[in-house]
Every structure is written in C-alpha cells, then in structure tokens.
C-alpha cells in the first residue's frame, strides 16, 4: 500500500544570500508603512497602492517586483510577519501561472532593506521558512511551491547573514519537525510509531533507545502503563541522548507523547475531542530540539525523554480511584484519567533525573486545559523552580519569536497535592494549570526545573506570523535557543 502521508520531516525551502540581482527569477520587494502623520503620502508603486502595513502583500503585475510586502514599523518581528505573507503570497503565484499555463518559477528574489540587520534577517528566514508549511494528506499531487528564496543583500553583509540564515533554517526545521509528528493521525501515529519516527529522523549526532511495554514493565513505569494500558497500541519510552565532548552542562528535556488523549474512562465530550491528536506536541518539540541541538553541534549535553502512550477506554483501562506506583517508588491516587500528561510524566522526570543525573530540567506539555484559559492561544505558560532558568526559558523565547509568561508554583495550594491514601493526589483542588506544575514539581528532587505548559500555543485555527491553521510547533525553537544559551 502507498504510504498514506506526506513525507516527515517535511523538506522546507532553501534560503540563499547573494550580493546581486539575477536575471530571470520574479523579485519582490520589503518596504515600511508610511509614518502615520498625515503629513506622509501614500505609497503608488506601478499604479497599486501600498499599505505597507506587515503580513499585506500586493502583487504588482506590471512592476519590477512582482511581490511588494508590508514590514509595518519595520521592527523584527514583523520581518517574521512579512516573510511569512510574502511566501503565501508567492505560491499562490506560482500556482495561477501553473493554471495558466505558465512555467513554475523555483527561485523568488527578495531585496533587503538598507537599514536590515542580523536580528532582522534571522526573524524574515523564519517567516520565509515556516509561513508556506502546509500538511495535507491527499491523493492528488502536492500544489506547486518556491523552492530558493535568494536574499540580495549588500556584498558586505553576505558572509554574515548566511550564516544566520543557515541557524535560523535549523530553528526552522525544529519548527517544521514538531508540526509534523504533531499533525500526523492518531490513525497512524501510535506510540511505536511515534518512536520509530524519532529514531528515523534523529540525525547522527543523536542516539536513540526505544524501550518498549516490557522494559518499561519491568523497570515500574507505573504511570505510563496505567494511562497506556487501555490501548492496544503499547506504550513506548523514546530515550534520546546528545552528548558532545567537553559540554559544561546536562541538560534534560522531557516531552509528554500522548499519542491520543480520549480522557480515557472520564471521557472527554466529543466535541473538540480530534484536536487531541496534537497531545504529543510537547514530546514533539522535545524530539525536535534535541536534533536541532545536535544539528548545530552545541557543547550542551542533552538528554531527551518523551513518554508516549495512548490514553484509550477499554476493559483494560485505568480507573479513577487507582492507586499507581510510579517509577522510583512514589504512588499517585488517580482522580480523573484525563489528567493522563502527569502520570506519564512523573515516571519520566524520576528516570531522567535518577539515571541521568542532569544538571537541569525543563518538560513541555500539553498539559492543561485551564492554561489556554489563563494565557490564550498564542503564549506558553512558564512554571520554574529557578529564577535564572525561568529568565533564560523567557530570554530564548523572545530571540526565536516564542512569548512566555511566568505562572506562580503557588505554595498555598502545594499541601493539596498531598495523598490520602497514596503519596500524592493526582487531581488536586485549586487553579488547574498550577496544580498541575505542582504535581510534577513533586517529581523533580530539588534540581532546578522548568515546567512549559503549551496546551493554549501548540495548535492554531488560523495563519498568524509565521503560524498556519493545525500544529504551530510551539516549544521546538526555544528549547533549542536555551540550549544554546546554556553553551
Ligand atoms: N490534553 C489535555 C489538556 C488539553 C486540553 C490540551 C485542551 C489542549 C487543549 C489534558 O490531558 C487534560 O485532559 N487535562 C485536564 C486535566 C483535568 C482532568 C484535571 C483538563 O485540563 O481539563
Ligand atoms: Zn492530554
Ligand atoms: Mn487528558
């Protein structure tokens, strides 16, 4: 049978930095909006008037730039923002001339503005590179898109913004990967497959172990065979290491890989209930930035760990009112199974952190529903146990176009975590994205921890700078800039 989905990794288009115009290939142009005085005069260009506002792309037929696209104030961000709409812009291009009758043109030409500096060009790439993504399943061949931006630049700046270019591609590709695995079907992404996947797509720098239902049996994952136990589709630990010579720190990175999340036994409505196919994304930017890591060769020891597990209903289900042993020893009362991310969870972080021995820690999940409601769909909650790693999780975000906010570990409600009859409560009363950090935080011996919460950013119904409808990706590119950070 014909493999049902598109390629993963998704192959994104190339970025080159020239010092010139070529002959032959459309151009397009950046511009900034127009001061907003009334002093200023609207912009004309070829008869079509401009807004210059970021994301508006105009198609000027009969310019010497086929494409004029907005940069608004000019700030980097809205290169990100801009980059983005003009790549939309240009492949639905591309596709009028293929309906045409035209030739596909490959190579689209983008003059940089004077005054674009690094930070300028790195936000641009991005949006470049991430704004055409599209994943769809389909049995008819792929619509036609760029494949070469080249970037004229002045012959100065070249050697410098190729090398951005070549960083912000990595960051990119992070991106890209996590919305892969995330936008693939339930149907086909099972644990193993999930697995299997990251151990394909890894890179050589990466090893990979996949332990399986046994291993994890007989090593006491308590909480990854509870919420696993009633799939067919086994569990899986996916066990990543990155271990260059000479790194300072240990980084380790764990990602909650609910493969599908029913609620389980407390089911969840049926409404909305699809969207949990994306329940693996924080496992997925986990995946992922442990191979941009890699890919960049940063002197950062990273280990990466992503519980993967379908949380199903059936006669082997887990049930509310269980008692689970995790591994390491700690039990957890169970008080609704769609609370499933924390289980998996704890049993990783006692692992990580007892086999490994890091030096920090940072999870990524989407973990609660009460998160979007605190912060929204497009800012990531930040729990941390260490101001300085909270401060470098912001830090990182904010250089790779990804917003943080810090939620409190609120001490008055941490006693509610505490067990009645096993060690601790699974469901405890109080606000439910930082009952949740508290839970965990039970798991995580002291070190120094970072809990990202992305259950509001993982997903998105619409384009919105780089973003477009479906998995964003959320998580992949900070994780490598605090990587970096770290170096
Ligand atoms: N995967 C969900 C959280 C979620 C909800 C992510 C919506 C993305 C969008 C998680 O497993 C869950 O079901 N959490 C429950 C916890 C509750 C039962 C304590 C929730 O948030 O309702
Ligand atoms: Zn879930
Ligand atoms: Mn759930």
């Not at 490959?106 to 503005?113: A, D, F, G, N, S």
């Not at 012959?155 to 913004?161: C, E, G, N, S, Y």
């Not at 630990?237 to 380790?252: F, N, Q, R, V, W």
């Amino acid at each position: 049978m014909r493999n049902p989905l598109p390629p993963v990794p998704t192959s994104l288009l190339d970025i080159e930095v020239a010092g010139d115009l070529r002959r032959g290939a459309p151009v397009a142009r950046l511009v900034t909006a127009p001061a907003d005085d009334v002093e200023s005069e609207p912009l004309e260009i070829g008869g079509v008037r401009i807004t210059g506002k970021a994301g508006d792309v105009q198609t000027v037929p009969a310019g010497e730039a086929r494409w004029i696209a907005g940069l608004g104030n000019g700030e980097p961000k809205q290169y990100r923002k801009a980059g983005a709409a003009l790549v939309r812009a240009v492949n639905a291009g591309l596709a009028d001339d293929v309906d045409h009758g035209g030739k596909a043109f490959r190579v689209v030409q983008l003059v940089l503005p004077e005054e674009a500096s690094g930070e300028h060009v790195t936000e641009l790439a991005l949006g470049l590179l991430l704004g055409g993504y599209k994943f769809k399943v389909t049995g008819e061949d792929a619509a036609p898109s760029v494949r070469t931006v080249r970037l004229v630049a002045h012959d100065r700046a070249v050697p410098t913004f190729t090398e951005l270019v070549s960083r912000a591609s990595v960051l990119a590709a992070s991106t890209a990967l996590t919305r892969d695995l995330a936008n693939t079907p339930s149907n086909i992404k099972t644990p193993a497959w999930l697995a299997d996947t990251a151990a394909r797509v890894a890179g050589p720098r990466v090893e990979v172990a996949i332990r399986d239902e046994k291993w994890l049996t007989a090593q006491g994952f308590g909480g990854v065979l509870a919420v696993g136990g009633g799939s067919s589709r086994p569990p899986r630990l996916i066990e990543m290491t990155y271990k260059p010579s000479g790194a300072a720190k240990h980084l380790l990175l764990v990602g909650k890989g609910i493969t599908f999340d029913t609620g389980g036994l407390s089911i969840k409505p049926a409404d909305g209930m699809h969207l949990m196919r994306t329940d693996m994304a924080g496992g997925a930017a986990v995946i992922a930035a442990i191979r941009g890591i890699a890919a960049l060769e940063l002197p950062v020891r990273v280990t990466a760990l992503v519980p993967a597990a379908e949380n199903h209903v059936s006669g082997s289900a887990y049930r509310p009112g269980d008692i689970v042993r995790h591994y390491g020893g700690k039990t957890t009362e169970v008080g609704n199974t769609d609370a499933e991310g924390r289980m998996v969870l704890a049993d990783a972080l006692v692992y990580g952190i007892r086999r490994f021995n890091p030096d920090l820690v940072v999870d990524a999940a989407t973990l609660t529903g009460a998160m979007k409601v605190s912060l929204g769909l497009r800012t990531g909650g930040l729990f941390a146990t260490d101001s300085d790693l909270a401060a470098s999780v912001v830090e990182a975000g904010a250089r790779v176009g990804e917003a943080w906010w810090r939620m409190p570990l609120t001490e008055d409600y941490a006693e509610n975590v505490r067990g009645e009859f096993g060690d601790v409560r699974q469901t405890p009363a109080g606000p439910g994205g930082i009952t949740a950090a508290l839970f965990l935080r039970e798991f995580t011996a002291g070190l120094p921890w970072a809990h990202l919460d992305i259950a509001g950013p993982a997903r998105s119904e619409k384009n919105y700078d780089d973003v477009v409808p479906g998995a964003t990706g959320f998580a992949a590119r900070t994780l490598v800039e605090l990587a970096a950070s770290l170096a």
